[in-house]
T-cell receptor
């Protein structure tokens, strides 16, 4: 069966520090991968999605970047965190346009 | 650009009641629509996926319907239980890209 792993579960980082959040999927190949952010009291905002290794699409200009070094690995990064980067980050995957999407358990990031 | 709305924003009902959550989308050219549940501080759990060619899907006490022509989906919960308390989100996967757009969610409280 397929599973998705996200880590860490919580993270407190100072302003200006770098960030690396990792997401991996098991039990499937060539998934579409997504990073979402959920800010306090707000809805889910799509940040990045990827349809294959090295293929990244960005939905909104921001302080973050994403990479997909392997088929089932998706990484969210920042060189210098801002206070506004605080939020709940969720990774998701699906295999094709008409299939279900599945989410990880999320990373709670607090920038102080 | 696809926009998804959900009403009501919050709902509080006594245990045992049947209830309906509403989801509206502006662009009827969708591939599918998916309903999720989110418990506080947790990731999203998939509840039901409705393909664009389907009218409804059922899982246990949950029934989701889709009317593409009117841009609406409803999630019906029968015989609600306190364990159903959570935020319910709908997401539309559109024809123009690889993305799914989320509604803001309905926060449900089922009182014992």
């Amino acid at each position: 069966s397929q599973t998705i792993h996200q880590w860490p579960a919580t993270l407190v980082q100072p302003v200006g520090s770098p960030l690396s959040l990792e997401c991996t999927v098991e039990g499937t190949s060539n998934p579409n991968l997504y990073w979402y952010r959920q800010a306090a009291g707000r809805g889910l905002q799509l940040l990045f999605y990827s349809v294959g290794i090295g293929q990244i699409s960005s939905e909104v200009p921001q302080n973050l970047s994403a990479s997909r070094p392997q088929d089932r690995q998706f990484i969210l990064s920042s060189k210098k965190l801002l206070l506004s980067d605080s939020g709940f980050y969720l990774c998701a995957w699906r295999t094709a346009k008409n299939t279900e999407a599945f989410f990880g358990q999320g990373t709670r990031l607090t920038v102080v | 650009k696809q926009e998804v709305t959900q009403i009501p924003a919050a709902l509080s009902v006594p245990e045992g009641e049947n209830l309906v959550l509403n989801c509206s989308f502006t662009d009827s050219a969708i591939y599918n629509l998916q309903w999720f549940r989110q418990d506080p501080g947790k990731g999203l759990t998939s509840l039901l996926l409705i393909q664009s060619s389907q009218r409804e899907q059922t899982s246990g006490r949950l029934n989701a319907s889709l009317d593409k022509s009117s841009g609406r989906s409803t999630l019906y919960i029968a015989a609600s239980q306190p364990g159903d308390s959570a935020t319910y989100l709908c997401a539309a996967f559109d024809n123009y890209g690889q993305n799914f757009v989320f509604g803001p969610g309905t926060r449900l409280s089922v009182l014992p």
